[in-house]
C-alpha cells in the first residue's frame, strides 16, 4: 500500500501570511495530484504534477513535485479567508488508483 | 468542464435497510470510484470501475457491492446498512487518458440510525 502522509495536519494562520504544507511519501508516483475540500462538499482538483522538480502556479498557490516524484509541498502566499479548507495530496502509482493522503486542514483568519 | 453528480446530499436511513447511493458523470469516463471519508480516516476506496459491468475490490468493500449497466452510471449500494456505515461517500470519475486525475462529486452525506 502506498502512503502519503501530509504535515501540518493543522494550521491556523491570520490573513496575508504565507504558509507551506508538505505531502511525503517513500513511494514514487508517475503523477501527483492537490484537491482543496470545503466543509460538505467534494474534493476539487487544483493541479497536477508529473515532471520531478516540476513547479507549477495558481495564481497565489505554488505546487512543487519534488526531484525524486516521491513528495510535493504547497505554498500560499499572502494566505485570504477563501483558501480555507482541507487540502489533499493523491498519488498515483500505477494501478488505476490514487492513494490520497489525510490532509492539511487551513484555517485563514480574516 | 467535467460534472458529476451524486442522486442525494443527504440521507438517512435506518438500520438494516438496503440504500442504493447513484452516481452520474457526463464526460464518457471510463473509470468511476466510491469512496468513504471519515474524520482522521482519510478516503477509503470502497470499489472501482474500469468499464461497463466491470468492478475491482478497493480497500474496504465488505457490506458493499456495486453495479454499473451504464458507462455514465454507477451505484453504491448498501445491502443491510449498519450503524458504523455512516460517513461521507464520494463518488469520482476519470478518463483513460487524463493523469489519473479523478473529479469528484458533491458527496452523500449518509446518516444511519
Known sequence: TQLLEQSPQFLSIQEGENLTVYCNSSSVFSSLQWYRQEPGEGPVLLVTVVTGGEVKKLKRLTFQFGDARKDSSLHITAAQPGDTGLYLCAGAGGNNRLAFGKGNQVVVIP | ?113
Not at chain 2, 468513504?36 to 478497493?58: A, N
Not at chain 2, 465488505?62 to 461517500?89: C, D, H, P, W
Request: net charge neutral; aromatic share 12%.
Open chain 2, 1 to 113: 468542464d467535467v460534472k458529476v453528480t451524486q442522486s442525494s446530499r443527504y440521507l438517512v436511513k435506518r438500520t438494516g435497510e438496503k440504500v442504493f447511493l447513484e452516481c452520474v458523470q457526463d464526460m464518457d469516463h471510463e473509470n468511476m470510484f466510491w469512496y468513504r471519508q471519515d474524520p482522521g480516516l482519510g478516503l477509503r476506496l470502497i470499489y472501482f470501475s474500469y468499464d461497463v459491468k466491470m468492478k475491482e475490490k478497493g480497500d474496504i468493500p465488505e457490506g458493499y457491492s456495486v453495479s454499473r449497466e451504464k458507462k455514465e452510471r454507477f451505484s453504491l449500494i448498501l445491502e443491510s446498512a449498519s450503524t458504523n456505515q455512516t460517513s461521507m461517500y464520494l463518488c469520482a470519475s476519470r478518463g483513460d487518458r487524463d493523469y489519473n486525475e479523478q473529479f469528484f462529486g458533491p458527496g452523500t452525506r449518509l446518516t444511519v440510525l
